[in-house]
């Protein structure tokens, strides 16, 4: 016996799969989870059972790859029994499905699931009443914690036995006459499920004309023939609102709420703000600088304002500011890898060129990776409480709303929240992206939503600025993150109209009610980052740190030992040779530029190990160059990297511009490459690869040479600076809208919602 789990995203279907076969499928909260259709078997009735999995979907129509999946199986396989099961707090509009599930010839039990939390909510639910009004039969059940299931099997069983004609809700609505004629047409035909068929007819479903032109063509025929005043030509939108009036009409029969102090619930209350048309964005914006803030500001709370000068200097908890808590545990693990560093060290104190790769190398490089692992861990702790609590699918749906329009659905934009922590999972979750030209677009911008290896780079670098420049550290990584967003947002508008066509299909999505987050969640979360990291540092960075070490302290004429400086190194003189290329983006410049180019090219590997050739460098050159230079940027080698290309600059005010193209290129060039295997495989075409390569070098450098050159405009005066932000803003905007004019015309289409979308929308939320 084969049944078909069917029913809404989120309904428990899953949970319920996994209670009847005993297995272990992911059970989750983002749309798409369960795209193809699993199966296993149900052994505890006196026959086996199949059970199969379907893709969650609100109706059968053609509108998502889930809907498709669902339906064909449905209609070409015939399984005995339909097990819908109907999330019981959210009745109206999970029975929206029912009413249409009805229509198939095939035998129906409606599983009424949740039902504990319509207890606790004291609602109550007379399923006999409801399994009467429906003519279907209908079992309490709660997936998670296991009841009913027995008595769901008994009465699905049942039902196989005793077969099942199919029955509309639509019978006395004014579509009534026609669907009996055009199911007649169906039944003349043998064509199975008429009654379903018809009703698609109606409805004007693509895939229905498709699959019978000749009836579609006599059905348009007796459509012509009625009066169909009552459609106003939606036909679709007529026999939705009939599905949902039935619903509403007969619904309060079984269905009673327990009287509410208030007529909304807490999280509807909530969403009215976090989810408000205007500040929705805003509010985004300032829960995001708050994470940075606790995780990179030097002066928590701006408690800096009240502390008098001269206070106190404190090189844990900070200089007459109080630390946040990130930097705090930052400047711990910071203590704590210098000194063992220094143990190490004295250990090794001849120039070997063993000593070198252990103290330059290993511990300069891995330690300068590693002492950013516990700032990495507070924001991943924040991100992964805002995931867990609900919010960023509220994120995804704010947005859905303002980004639509460039072709950055809310559906894309969840693969890409996953990029915030690694690109990889990030573009294999783009697989849930029906439309094939949305999950290319897609992969495209997935390297701009800056993941966990670039943090270390904003870190450390707005570590320099706050030092020397007085710059809030929270905003210049907080600055990245934006960039990276805008930068996809732009490029998403331009991908859509130029080499990656294609309509944003609907999004539709439930939003799940706030909880707050599981403190299990979200600790085996935090470890498997802690472990992610920890193996990387220990394989991949290890090695690389070790042939970049080689690299940059032996010549092309190996056998002569250490270089001396640095610069002739073999990587010193491949980038010397190459710098120039940077040199419109202000960083390559200086006799220090050079190593800024070599640690671009290196982080192609991975991009933790930018800040580790950074460390290599620093362990090198850095005790030397501090006791030479003594510069304004005072004692960190990184700050002096950076002077000496505001040396040839003019000034460190130049720099600083040089120094966040520098970041700007890297955020947004070729990601890492594992990223770079994993869009491979996505794209399954060595073509859009490089296509998607050639896309993110143009990207990163267009993008890094304007902030460069608009930073420079500031160092003049800020208003120059000012002016020139917001003519280059005003053109960037009129140029796309006037190319997407031109190219819309070219090719004839407008792009606009559609309206029966927006209806089903308004319908669903
Ligand atoms: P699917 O999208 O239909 O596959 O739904 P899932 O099985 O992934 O379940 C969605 C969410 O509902 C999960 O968080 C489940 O733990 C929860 N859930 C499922 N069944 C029940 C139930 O009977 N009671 C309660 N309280 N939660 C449930
Ligand atoms: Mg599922």
Redesign the pocket.
Known sequence: MKFALAGN?NSG??TL?NALTGST????NWPG??IDKKSGIYRKSAEKAEII?L??IYSLSPYSPEEIVSRNFLLGESPDCIINIVDATNLERNLYLTTQLMELDIPIVVALNMIDVVEKNKDTIDADGLSKILGVPVATISALKGTGIKELMDKGIEAVKRGRQAETVLKKSGAAVLISKIAALYGENKTKHPLFHAVKLIEDDEIEKENFPEIAIKAAALKAGTDTGIFEGDFEGYIADARYKYISAELPAAFKKAPKQGSLTKSDKIDKVLTHKVWGIPIFLVIMLAVFHITFSENFLFLGLFIPEGTFDHAIFGTDAINSPGVIIFNLMDWATVSLGEVIASLFPDPTWYASLINDGLLGGLFAVLSFVPQILVLFLFLSILEDSGYMARVAFIMDRAFRRFGLSGKAFMPLVMCFGCGVPGIMATRTLENEQERKRTIFLAPFFSCGAKLPIWAAFAGVFAHYRGLNAEFTVFSMYILGIAVAVISSFILKRTIIKGETPPFIMELPTYHLPQVKNTVIHLWEKLKHYVIRAGTIIAGAVVVIWFLTSFSFNIGAGLVEDSGDSILGVISNGLKWIFYPLGFGMGENGWKFVVATITGLLAKEVVVATMGIFAGMDGDEALETEGSELGDTPLGLMIISIGGVLGGLDIAVPAMFAFMAFNLLSVPCMAAVAAAKAEFKNNKWLWKAIAFWIITAYAVACVIFWLGVLYTLAWWVGLLATVGLAVLVVYGVRFAGALIDKKNGKTDKINIKELFLFKKIK
């Open positions: 995203p279907k899953t799969f499928a992911h059970v989750g989870v369960t999995d893709p969650g």
